[in-house]
Structure formats: C-alpha cells, structure tokens
Nanobody
Framework: QVQLVESGGGLVQAGGSLRLSCAAS?????MEWHRQAPGQQRELVAQ???????NYADSVKGRFTISRDNAKNTVYLQMNSLKPEDTAVYYC????????????WGQGTRVTVSS
C-alpha cells in the first residue's frame, strides 16, 4: 500500500505561480497529476515515469513542469503563468507494479486562481 500526501495548493492571482508537492510513503513507478474543476471530469495534467520522461496536457504545456525526487519519493508540479481556468482540485496519482499494476490516489489539494 502506498499513501500519497499532497500539499502546496492555495489562492493565487492570475499570472502567479504555485508549486504542488506529493509525497509517497514508498517507491513508485509512474506518477501523475490530475485535476478536477467544478462540474468537470477529472483530467490528466502531467505525468512522469521512473526514468524521468514527462508528458503534459496541451493546456498546460510551457507553463507547468513536473519533476520528481526519487530519493524522497516525491513528485512536484511547478505551475507558472496560472490562469483562472487552472482552478481545480489537483490530485496526485501513483502507479506501482506489485505482481500487477496498482493505482493510488492522494486526497487532493485545491488551487484557486483569481482574475
């Protein structure tokens, strides 16, 4: 079992920056950030595999950067040039191969971007 604890959310003005952190209780393979805005489906924002390869949603390319510190079992999401449409609850997701692939989710951290 892997537990994920997110932090770093908050209220920021448009154009500002925030950095989200997600600390895992153990090692993981791929780690991802998803977000869910009110009334919307949860969507993938960014992902990073164990080798550091990254992938981003088109809506955040060039503004968000995902990174990880394997020694700390922590993944980060640096969010720059924030827009009101980035307002959402951000969730960390981890995948771990334990005989079969298992998925773990954090509790979410709220990001609000004011115009």
């Amino acid at each position: 079992q892997v537990q994920l604890v997110e932090s770093g959310g908050g209220l920021v003005q448009a154009g500002g920056s925030l950095r989200l952190s997600c600390a895992a209780s153990g090692s993981t393979s791929s780690m991802e950030w998803h977000r869910q805005a009110p009334g919307q489906q949860r969507e993938l924002v960014a992902q990073i595999d164990s080798g550091g390869r990254t992938n981003y949603a088109d809506s955040v390319k060039g503004r968000f950067t995902i990174s990880r510190d394997n020694a700390k079992n922590t993944v980060y999401l640096q969010m720059n040039s924030l827009k009101p449409e980035d307002t959402a609850v951000y969730y960390c997701k981890a995948l771990k191969l334990v005989v079969q692939w298992r998925t773990y989710w954090g509790q979410g951290t709220r990001v609000t971007v004011s115009s």
